[in-house]
């Protein structure tokens, strides 16, 4: 409830009759209102020019100038465009009543006045006065505050778009600090490793092939994320590829490492040519970390199947295992970096279906994940037919 207090609003009163002035006075100065007053039409808008007042209690018929015209005049000063006008009048008719609200009072008292009528109106429109003065404030406040929030906002975006150039500059610059020494190293381990040697620096040789080589892997997946989240689309070198030679070359690449559990991968398409817009590496490397996530973390000796077909204007690509599947955690944080899931993310990094989504984001394509009950999980891709 707004606190009310009547010694806070000044009233002006206009008629013509003293004895009306002299009435309206004796009921309103007992309460604490301040009371003004004039005579005639002309000195009420100087006073109204001059002064501050809160509401108008305005006489209708008055000579020279009518109570309508000195409502039009007070209506023209911006500051009054909203005071409350209540017209004080002996006539009941309806016409001059419409007049009274078509010219922007608020209400009418008819004369003889009968004093708590008067003062429930009286403090009504005040009360409705303040209100709408409150609320403005408040709205002008709220402005300022989201402006203000909005100011920050855009300097705080602005701060983190230079940190991910800077983030993503750094990142080239470590790619190439760490790959270039790596390709020798790999160019080196490769000829070395074609000598005959003894058995114990043939597995540190091979020990240290498997670390540079996960290495390279995490480098080239690093700076492909830091693109795709700067860049997104403009990323990618969309082409129109075969989905499904690349698909075939996927899973040629990760046969060895399926053989050495024993997994079997078993494809079924129905079309062996469909069409796609899509990035071929960045593709490829998607399919390839979710089968690799599959068979690592799928039972020796099982399945994987793998589905591809053309099904309302979509390319769709299911990739089932019969691994240990997904908690029911794991599935609302499996497309977050680094997050804390056990199963199926890569083991090192927790990056590849992250990576996986933002490839499948920027070409206008899904990825989700599903129980493959009764055991195991369940990944499916779609993308856009031509």
């Not at 003065?133 to 906002?153: F, I």
């Not at 996986?356 to 195991?376: F, R, W, Y």
Request: glycine letters at 4%; one cysteine or more; aromatic letters at 8%.
């Amino acid at each position: 409830m707004i606190d009310f207090n009547y010694s806070d609003f000044t009233i002006l009163i206009v008629d013509d009759v003293p004895k009306n002035i002299q009435v309206l006075g004796s009921i309103l100065r007992p309460l604490g209102y301040n009371v003004e007053f004039a005579t005639n039409g002309r000195q009420a808008i100087q006073w109204v020019r001059e002064n501050n007042f809160d509401l108008v209690l305005l006489d209708i018929m008055m000579p020279e100038i009518s109570g309508f015209e000195v409502c039009e005049e007070i209506r023209k000063i911006e500051r009054y465009s909203d005071i409350p006008v209540i017209f004080l009048t002996a006539k009941t008719d309806g016409e001059s009543i419409v007049k009274g609200f078509e010219l922007g009072a608020q209400d009418y008292v008819t004369k003889p006045f009968e004093a708590n009528e008067l003062l429930a109106r009286v403090k009504t429109h005040l009360q409705l006065k303040r209100s709408r003065v409150l609320l403005a404030e408040m709205n002008k406040w709220l402005e300022n505050e989201v402006a203000e929030r909005t100011a920050e906002l855009l300097a705080a975006k602005k701060e983190l778009e230079e940190l991910d150039h800077v983030k993503t500059e750094f990142l080239k610059l470590l790619n190439h600090e760490i790959r270039t020494p790596l390709n020798g190293i790999l160019g080196g381990l490769s000829i070395i490793q074609d000598f005959d040697l003894p058995e114990e620096v043939g597995q540190f040789l091979q020990m240290l092939d498997l670390s540079a080589k996960r290495l390279e892997k995490f480098s080239y997946k690093a700076l492909d994320i830091s693109a795709m989240r700067t860049m997104g689309k403009d990323a990618l070198n969309l082409k129109v590829n075969n989905i499904i030679e690349i698909l075939h070359e996927v899973i040629s690449k990760m046969s060895e490492l399926a053989k050495t559990k024993d997994i079997s991968i078993n494809m079924a398409c129905f079309n062996e040519d469909i069409r796609v817009l899509t990035d071929q590496v960045k593709m490829g490397n998607t399919l390839s970390y979710i089968l690799e996530n599959a068979i690592r973390f799928s039972d020796i000796g099982s399945d994987i199947f793998i589905t591809a077909e053309m099904k309302n204007n979509q390319f769709i690509c299911s990739i089932k295992d019969q691994g240990t599947g997904f908690s029911d955690y794991a599935l609302q944080q499996l497309f977050k970096p680094f997050s804390n899931v056990k199963h199926h993310i890569d083991s090192n990094t927790g990056l590849s279906l992250y990576y996986a989504k933002l490839v499948m984001d920027a070409q206008s394509g899904t990825i989700s994940v599903e129980k493959n009950l009764p055991c195991g999980s369940e990944i499916i891709l779609t993308l856009p037919l031509l």
